[in-house]
């Protein structure tokens, strides 16, 4: 299959007065079974099927449900969902009004990051616009029965909110720490009630998926990674911005396409992603191989990736919730290890132990932020030995 | 403070919690409102709202300093919050870091004896693709230069000026 990367993005397509009529026409069992049959997963990072989170939410008892969208775009170099934001607000509130249908749910919630401040006005504007022409509030479209609201909230700072379980945590006042899971939010989610939690771009391929087929989405992409995926690319390249790929591109040809054809690595997924070697660039993007929330850094011939991994390592210490030791303490080790690195002051064994230290926080993290913050730091000391190692005091 | 003021205070924001449902759940929101309004949340601000929800204050407290947009002490009428993180930092954030101590005369973490500004670090802004970039309150600043960093406090600097008016919006994207 050819491999796709664009600048104009497929959303530009879709009307969504027109896709939610096309929805409000299905039942919302039909609906999740269109979402089911385009296979698409959460476009967040954790790649979660989205149909099945919907059913499961549907299914769960309780009258009042919840449908919350993750705005909370905190991932180091991610920045689509600001772009759909910006640009496509029409699009994500229309595809929040459909999960909400899809799911049974009256209340939508729009939890935006604080640093996305810039577009609260718009948002109030747009939901308010929204209810006076019946795209919001009770009958939507004249689809008796249905009713939906959105509310906006502010984020306020915090990375670890990005988890939807902290999500939650947040918006019912408390700091923002995950959760034990189970209870997952589709029975036990915002108040208690049976909750949806899905990310910007998620909504925004569903509308799509209504909009265009289960089947345009699938001819797209790879068997356990189909459809069309929004990267966020910066660093050393000539392009940076967002675009949109078919799962299964190499990071060869994702380079290419963006004039960063004499990269050393590139980091994929974000802070809690993996730092990618030159030899490693066959590798493809897809759930299966490389996953991501959607950040690609492209580091340069001359980069320093100890300094790298340091501005990775102090991004954790000061996102980690606290709430578990493995987090909280072994970010903090990991500095350190870092720091002595860049001193020469580091043997060897105790860069092993670090190794078995950063392995070990991978399994006994409480939620995704401590389990997945060891990877930068483990690639890079796997794949660029000789550049941490013995280094020029200055 | 003064028991007036202390009243004052509890007055402003029983006002402001009459707006909100009387629930956990707006405890963020109506921090959020007092942060916006008095540019910080005092320990007595924290008390009042912790009474009005019938939470113990501690509670407010724990909120206040989790997140890293609520404080709990004054800042600058402006706050400005550079990008630390990756892709900013390749793009070399440090000149612009240096360049804003330089016209500021303060260093990061620190407020101007005027009050006027603060300077921070910030986590990824999520501006990635045109940085270095910055937050000034709630306007980002994106292909920040060295040499554009005079024009943007100069900007803030017209809010004080007898001409007053807001900061030009032509970096915004």
Redesign the interface.
Known sequence: MKSILRDTLSIREVTPLEALKKALDLSPKDLIEQIRESGLKGRGGAGFPTAVKWSLTAAAPGATKYLICNAD???????K??DLL?HYADHVLTGMTMAGYAIGANSGILYL??????M?AMFEDEIQKRRQSSMLGANILGKSGFSFDITL???????VCGEETALIE???????EPRNRPPFPVDTGY?DCPTSVNNVETLVWALCIIDKGAKWFKQYGTEKSPGLKLL?????CQK???YECAFGITVREMLEAVGAEDAKAV?IGG?SGICVPAKEFGRKIAFEDISTGG?V?T?GPN?DML??AK??M??FV??S?GQCTPCRVGNRKLLEGIEMLEKNECSIKYLKELKALGETMQIASKCGLGQTSPNAFLSIIEHFPHEIMGRHLS | MLKTDFDRLRDQIESLARTYPKKRASLLPMLQEIQRVHGYISSHAMQVVADHLGIHPVEAYSVVTFYSFLNTAPKGRFVIRLCQTVSCDLKNKDAVARQLTNELGIEFGQITPDKRFSLEWTNCIGMCDMGPALLVNEQVFTHVTPTEVHAIIEGCRKVFGVHAQEIEKEHLI
């Open positions: 775009e905190g991932e180091p170099g991610t920045f969902d600001r910006n990051r604080q640093e996305y401040a810039f609260r909230r502010m984020g306020a700072g915090a990375y947040s918006l019912e006042g408390n700091r923002g108040n966020s690319i910066s660093g050393d940076p911005g967002v980091q802070a950040s850094i580091f980069r300094r790298v501005n990775f102090e991004f000061e996102e919730c």
